[in-house]
């Protein structure tokens, strides 16, 4: 009877072991709820961080910016459900990509939100991003009409910018966070260093399912060592409540046109970012590019969780890169794992003190965990450039786009002078890549038959 069960759970060991890396099937609690919450802790930080700034540009009370808490952690939660295990809109409309896509509060809104809402307050900042979140609804039903402006060298060069932003966000990270007072100093680096090693230790030498969990096991010894050096702070655990519902409709939604237009053009920006990082994780775990089912309905599926957000009292929502870089560099891509995280994250909606405790984390603790998830994303737009091919014609288009994408983008000051419309574009560089390798492609159009035919089977995957 013994043997019996060893072999039964050698069996159950080794079958988890091939499901975590295939799209379906159920993995024991065991092994699928550590590797979603590492997910979770890579991102929580990232998802809350958007709402607290805009809560202190609105001069929100203590009461208010809780409610966003909670809200922005309910709706991540949903929409990466719906990503997961999309809905189907008749016979032809899918909302949500049905990979493993974790969503959280885009970072991309936080300046313009922070102007409109010191000028106008949270109730124009949620009505404006409500109205502008239609702008991806259509970029997600007309995507295969569309999808000709977005070829594999766009995206590409979309990724890779997407990845060095990350990377400057991981140091910062590193570093103990821009604006701590101890930024730099000796104790956030030594825990963020001490982080990373353990996670690079992990992943070289651990097997199974420690080295699987090597981000979880990271975090979670890091926080406890940060803790140890008086460098988390319980109050705000000690002071959040046990239990609350995320109520719709908290703040009175007001309206402004200026605003709208304003937060319409960053939807595509959103709608661009969930492309890339749609295909990063199709390029890392299954080895092909996104098809247009699954690119357009991870599009619907952001423009939903933002429209849903707006309503739920939270920022816009977009696929996490940090995410898709811990995909990448696990090759974890089973969704019933990733939804043992979007558990997490809906439960952390209505328990605001676990959602204290995951706040909690020092920043030094997060960016040596992931900062090397972030070098991933960067690598996964290098090998869709390499798919489409270095011929002349794709050399000078990147030289163009990286050109003014990366360089014009990095340096605001000298656009300042150009129109209100272009500085807007270059203002942000992942919008600025864009933009400018879609106009490139355009104006050096495919006509060598080799660079057809390498386009060609770079769509494919």
Known sequence: MNGETRMDRQTRRERDRKLIYELEGR?????????????????????????????????????????????????????????????????KTRVGAGLPIVMGTSFAFVPTVSAIG????????????????????????????IRHLFPPLVVGCTLVTIGVNLLGVGVNYFAGGVGSPTYGSIENLSVAFFVFALVVILQRFGKGLVKNSAILIGLVAGYIVA??????????????????????????LEFSLPAIISLAALYVTSGLETIGNTSGITIAGFDREATDEETAGAIMADALGSTTAAVFNALPNTAF???????????????????????????????????????AIPNCVLGGAIITVFGMILINGMKMISKAGFSERNIMAMGITFAFGL????HPEAVAALPSGLRFIFSDSVTATCITAILANLIFPLKDAEDIERAKEAMRG
């Open 321 to 359: 890169g940090q995410n898709a870089g811990i995909v990448a560099m696990t090759g974890i891509v089973n969704k019933w794992c990733i939804a043992m995280g979007a558990f997490v994250l809906l439960t952390a909606g209505f328990f605001p003190k676990l959602g204290a405790i995951f706040a």
């Open 227 to 252: 803790a140890c050096m008086g460098m988390v702070d319980v109050t705000p655990i000690r002071e959040a409540a046990w239990f609350g519902i995320p109520l719709p409709m908290h703040f009175k």
């Open 27 to 91: 993995p024991s609690f065991a092994v699928a709820f550590p590797l979603g919450l590492q997910h979770v802790l890579a991102m929580f930080t990232s998802n809350l961080a958007p709402i607290l700034i805009i809560a202190a540009a609105c001069s929100l009370n203590g009461a208010d910016t809780v409610v966003m808490v909670q809200c922005a952690m309910f709706v991540s939660g949903l929409t990466t459900f719906i990503q997961l295990y999309p809905l189907r809109l008749g016979k």
């Open 118 to 145: 010191a000028a106008h307050g949270i109730g124009t900042v949620l009505g404006s991003c409500l109205v502008g979140s239609l702008t991806e609804v259509f970029m997600g039903l007309y995507y295969k009409y």
């Open 407 to 410: 360089g014009m983008a990095t």
